[in-house]
Each structure stands twice: as structure tokens, then as C-alpha cells.
């Protein structure tokens, strides 16, 4: 059989168009169709629901690179495609902007009560409605957890809207922090109207706002996460949220994804999305368009911009 792509999900059209010379993009809508696709798979394409474990990897013999629709790569075990030599490819700079956008978006809906006063409106309540308080994101205090692209961004925006910026990231040179203040964790939670997460998951990070976090925040504050679900307890945000502590939570990101119900979801002061901020229409056509540039980098035998295991590149000593 020739040589394949295999996709493990939808993907732009462009991605068959620049990966054509290597070979047929193909999508596995199921696990039959991995099985019998993956023998020959000499690129692979994760979604981000999607898992690449090392029986996956072993399943794909002839396998030359990974392609990941964005920046994410915690389903992807890093440490066996490295063993195989094949190189993660990640788009790091083409949902920034929509990414952020989403954040704020969720911010803004929570901030001026949009859900409680859409339900109002609907059910003939006018009357009603002084008995929410909206607020503004002029003159409030954003507090970011994590100075990545994204967070750089989220930033940028907020101070447009005449916010002021409190940042938490242990890897932040003070060089890098022009026009906003660094802060230890504590001093963000108790001092922040909004909180935004955009910190990688690891080890370190998972529930890195459980109880004892949330029980600092400063009350009435929204939290918003558009980063990774497994920054969060629920259980404990629930709590918060129930208590007044928080006034409102918006999630495009859970664990595991798609996420097992839960009691958080339902109540009026919070916003769902289905992680799908980072992928609006022009960053989505982005996100394939440099995944696939870098994919048929490795696949043209030369080196991709970004990978997630850049250790596939260093030479071995003779």
C-alpha cells in the first residue's frame, strides 16, 4: 500500500494540498481504520482530543513525524516518538490571538452578567434587572497565571480596555515583563477581579488552583481558563463559586475531554465552550497551514520550525 497521512480527525483541506508529495492524507474515523491505516502511516496528524501512546507509536512502523493541531501535547507520550526519532510538530504561534480573544471573551460575558440577563429578558423579567450588578473590565485588575504567547496577548488586550496586569510565571525574566507587575501566586489571587490561566500542564501544575488556592481569591472574582482542564479542581471550584468567593467561571479546556458531567456546569454564573477558542475560523486555517508546512519540512528530510521534542535534532556523539 503507499505511503499514507494518517489524520486522527478532520483537517483543512490545505493539509492534502502540502502534504501531497509525501503522500494521501487520510482520516481515521475509527480505531478499525487506525489499525489498518498505521502500518503504512508515514506522518501522523493528533487533534486534540487525540492520544499518541507508545502502542500507537508501535503500530506505526514506517511513522516519520507528528503533526499536533496546536501547542498542547500532553496525550502525546514525547518520550517514546523521541526514542523513535520522529519529531512532534506544534503550531505555537497560530491560535495566540484567537486564544486570547476567547479568554476575555468569557471575562467580558461573566463580567457583565450576560447569561443571567439573557435569561431575564427571555422570560419577561425586565423589571428585574437591578437585581444583578454588572461590572467592567476598565479600571479592574487581570490576573495571569502563566506570561506565555497567550498571556503576553491576553495582556496586551486587557490593558486596551484599561485593565491593570498582575502576572504569575516562576520562569519570567523581569526583561520581559514591560507594562505589567510580577507577583507571587498569593498576591495574584487576592488582588485580581479576573483571573486568567494559561499555564502548561505537568506534574507541577496539575490542580493548581484547588481549595486552599480558591480560598485567596479575592470575592467576586472571575476565573477563567482557557489553557488546560487539569489546572483546576472543580470540586473546589464549585465550592467557591457557591460561596461567593468567585462570581463567576468561564471554561473552553476540561479532564478528560470531552468532560464527564458535573454539578459546576449547570449553575447560572457559569460560561461554557467546547475547546474551541483556539481554533476560530482564520486561526484554524493557520494552525493546519503551519502544521503542515512543518510536517512536510520533516518529510522533504529537512528540520521543522517547531517540535516539541527538539532532542530528535541533536547529533549523537561518534
Same mark, same amino acid.
Given at each position: ?8 480527525g ?35 496528524i ?17 511513522l ?44 467580558l ?5 450576560? #447569561?443571567?440577563?439573557?435569561? @431575564? &429578558?427571555?422570560? !419577561? *423579567?425586565?423589571?428585574? %434587572?437591578? /437585581?444583578?450588578? =454588572?461590572?467592567?473590565?476598565? #479600571?479592574?485588575?487581570?490576573? @495571569? &497565571?502563566?506570561? !506565555? *504567547?497567550?498571556?503576553? %496577548?491576553? /495582556?496586551?488586550? =486587557? ?8 502576572v504569575?510565571?516562576?520562569?519570567? *525574566? ?7 507587575t510580577?507577583?507571587?501566586?498569593p ?68 479532564d ?15 460560561a ?9 475560523a ?5 494552525t ?31
Amino acid at each position: 500500500m503507499p505511503a499514507v497521512i494518517v489524520a486522527l480527525g478532520p483537517v483543512d483541506d490545505l493539509v492534502a494540498e502540502r502534504l501531497r508529495p509525501f503522500g494521501e492524507v487520510v482520516i481515521a474515523e475509527s480505531d478499525a481504520d487506525q489499525r489498518a491505516l498505521l502500518p503504512d502511516a508515514v506522518g501522523l496528524i493528533a487533534r486534540a482530543t487525540s492520544t499518541v501512546d507508545q502502542a500507537l507509536l508501535d503500530s506505526a512502523p514506517n511513522l516519520r513525524v507528528i503533526g499536533r493541531t496546536g501547542i498542547g501535547v500532553d496525550r502525546v507520550d514525547l518520550d517514546a516518538a523521541s526514542a523513535r526519532s520522529v519529531p512532534v510538530v506544534v503550531t505555537p504561534s497560530a491560535g495566540t490571538r484567537a486564544v486570547a480573544e476567547g479568554a476575555l471573551t468569557l471575562a467580558l460575558h461573566l463580567l457583565k452578567r450576560i #447569561g443571567r440577563y439573557t435569561t @431575564l &429578558v427571555r422570560e !419577561g *423579567r425586565w423589571t428585574q %434587572r437591578n /437585581a444583578f450588578t =454588572a461590572n467592567d473590565l476598565d #479600571g479592574a485588575v487581570v490576573g @495571569l &497565571v502563566g506570561y !506565555g *504567547r497567550i498571556g503576553r %496577548r491576553v /495582556a496586551e488586550l =486587557a490593558r486596551a480596555f484599561g485593565a491593570s496586569v498582575l502576572v504569575y510565571d516562576p520562569y519570567l *525574566r523581569p526583561a520581559d515583563a514591560d507594562g505589567v507587575t510580577v507577583a507571587d501566586l498569593p498576591r495574584v489571587l487576592t488582588g485580581s477581579d479576573v483571573l486568567s490561566l494559561h499555564a502548561p500542564l505537568t506534574p507541577e501544575t496539575r490542580h493548581l488552583l484547588g481549595e486552599a488556592e480558591l480560598s485567596q481569591v479575592k470575592p467576586g472574582a472571575i476565573l477563567v481558563n482557557c489553557a488546560r482542564g487539569g489546572l483546576l479542581d472543580l470540586d473546589a471550584v464549585h465550592a467557591a463559586l457557591l460561596d461567593g468567593r468567585l462570581g463567576g467561571v468561564g471554561l473552553d479546556v476540561y479532564d478528560p475531554e470531552p468532560p464527564v458531567d458535573h454539578p459546576l456546569f449547570h449553575h447560572p454564573d457559569v460560561a461554557l465552550t467546547p475547546h474551541i477558542m483556539g481554533i476560530s475560523a482564520r486561526a484554524w486555517h493557520r494552525t493546519c497551514a503551519d502544521m503542515a508546512t512543518g510536517m512536510a519540512a520533516v518529510l522533504g528530510g529537512g528540520r521543522a520550525d517547531h517540535v516539541a521534542n527538539p532532542e530528535v535534532y541533536r547529533e549523537v556523539p561518534a
